[in-house]
């Protein structure tokens, strides 16, 4: 089982060691995460993905999302889709998008729509909060509704718990079955750094070339966190790996709505993922039905860029809808910087 720390001792993400082993690596631990193996360079090239003026799918696993020749000016966007009553909408065409960067319309230069498999990051919150009124059990209960609507020997599923610190509990399998037997082993203890914690989880999927996400599973408190969750939003944004947030509600939970964040709803929001408040079974059987739906029916879209360097904000729109079409993708991304 390997550890990540983002406090006292800290893990590298650059070359993967514990800051002030034999390696030499005098980085300062998630700061390295996100300042040095990501920002800037690592985390543009994949937020970018650079593609070419008339990209076209390079040969390639059917397993896997469409690759595309490089180009320095031209950046690609996943975007979901779907109606009012939460069900996907996976007939559009390219012609259906408005892709605005900086609020200047862009045209799209690739376009792929077939469904392809996910890979997904379950972090699971095993601080001490989660110990009161049976918000653990509610999470395994939410996470074996997850598992459900993956697809076993296709999708590709990661588990991390946390804490204070981060821990791998299973690394990226096939089976759903082995994640919900490591969750069951969970034990709450310790405070939450549930912040610094999305971003380690969302860094574990971004060189997965499928369909990624992290779901969280949390009463949606967060008490020790170092990084912003503005900073993680960026950061995830960035990379094009959406953040959804489950939060179960029990007992005077239920009654009060009381337990998420406002940064940890714009984290989500910002990265093109959703929190949701599940109180019931139905409620969680919708919400990460919803989840897999928008996992295994995305949209992706490729644009050409200014080329100006810095953080460029992002809308993917559908024109003239005949109903009220709910479109989610990331908010923004960082360009110029490697190139």
């Known amino acids: ?3 990540f720390r983002t406090r006292r001792k800290s893990y590298c993400g650059r070359c993967r060691y514990w800051l002030g082993s034999a390696h030499g690596c005098t980085g300062t631990g998630i700061e ?6 990501s920002f800037p360079l690592a985390l543009i090239a994949a937020a970018s993905l650079v593609l070419a ?11 896997q999302m469409p690759t595309f020749r490089s180009s320095a000016s031209l950046v690609a966007v996943t975007a979901a889709v779907r109606r009012p009553d939460g069900s996907a909408v996976t007939t559009l065409t390219a012609a259906d998008f408005e892709v605005l960067d900086n609020g200047v319309p862009r045209q799209i230069t690739s376009f792929f729509s077939d469904a392809a498999p996910a890979s997904l990051v379950v972090l699971f919150d095993r601080s001490g909060s989660m110990r009161v009124a049976g918000r653990t059990e509610a999470a395994r209960e939410v996470a074996r509704h997850m598992m459900a609507w993956l697809q076993p020997d296709v999708d590709q599923v990661a588990l991390l718990g946390f804490d204070d610190a981060v821990a791998r509990l299973q690394a990226f399998t096939p089976a759903p079955g082995n994640i919900l037997e490591q969750i069951d082993r969970v034990e709450a203890f310790g405070s939450t750094s549930l912040t610094d914690a999305v971003a380690i989880a969302a860094n574990e999927v971004s060189d997965k070339r499928t369909r990624r996400a992290v779901v969280v599973l949390t009463d949606g408190q967060d008490t020790s966190s170092r990084l912003t969750p503005s900073a993680v939003a960026t950061f995830a944004a960035a990379i094009d790996v959406p953040v959804y947030v489950l939060v179960p509600q029990i ?21 093109g993922g959703q929190v949701f408040i599940v109180t019931t079974p139905s409620e969680t059987s919708i919400a990460t039905r919803t989840i897999a739906s928008d996992l295994h029916h995305q949209y992706l879209l490729a644009f050409e860029s200014d080329g100006k360097a810095g953080w460029h904000a992002l809308e993917v729109r559908v024109k003239q809808q005949k109903q009220k079409l709910i479109v989610r993708a990331r908010t923004g991304y960082d360009a110029g910087r490697t190139h």
Do not use: N
């Open 32 to 37: 390295v995460l996100i300042g040095v193996r």
């Open 53 to 63: 003026p008339t990209a076209v799918a390079a040969r390639q696993d059917p397993r």
């Open 1 to 3: 089982m390997s550890f």
């Open 251 to 271: 007992g005077v939970e239920r009654a009060t709505g009381a337990g998420v964040d406002a940064g940890l709803v714009e984290l989500a929001q910002r990265t």
